[in-house]
């Protein structure tokens, strides 16, 4: 117990988007303010959700202004949030968009291990 020759090895995948799903809460077919995104995450994220700002993901078309609502669900292995754009920006296309947690991000598991860069296509629920 803790002698400094103990072998770590991580059974379970490192801190990732695996999904990312968009809700038309408003049944209107268009991505826009109110709108909720679903991320599913390989392991619980550690982060509170305070700390979760817009500047901790990229979109491959404009970010939101601001996510609103950020709540973890499922023992905090799902992230939903709504979120509100600038009227000069352009929202994500669902299936042709991708969403992606930046390095350096706020995210971070119990190991505190960051979350890791990839992009995830962004798909309709």
């Known amino acids: 117990p803790d002698t400094g020759d103990e072998i770590i090895e991580y059974f379970r995948p490192p801190l990732a988007i695996s999904r990312a799903y968009w809700v038309d809460r408003n049944n209107n077919r268009r991505v826009d303010d109110d709108d909720s995104l679903i991320l599913r995450f390989t392991r619980p994220v550690k982060t509170p959700k305070e700390d979760v700002v817009v500047t901790d993901f990229e979109f491959s078309s404009d970010n939101p202004a601001t ?45 505190d291990f960051p979350c890791r860069s990839q992009e995830n296509i962004i798909r309709s629920q």
Do not use: C, R, W
């Not at 499922?74 to 669902?94: G, I, L, R």
């Open 67 to 111: 996510f609103p609502n950020v709540q973890l669900t499922n023992h905090n292995m799902t992230m939903s949030f709504q979120f509100k754009y600038d009227s000069a920006d352009t929202p994500f296309q669902p299936g042709n968009d991708y969403i992606n947690v930046v390095e350096n991000s706020n995210i971070v598991d119990y190991d």
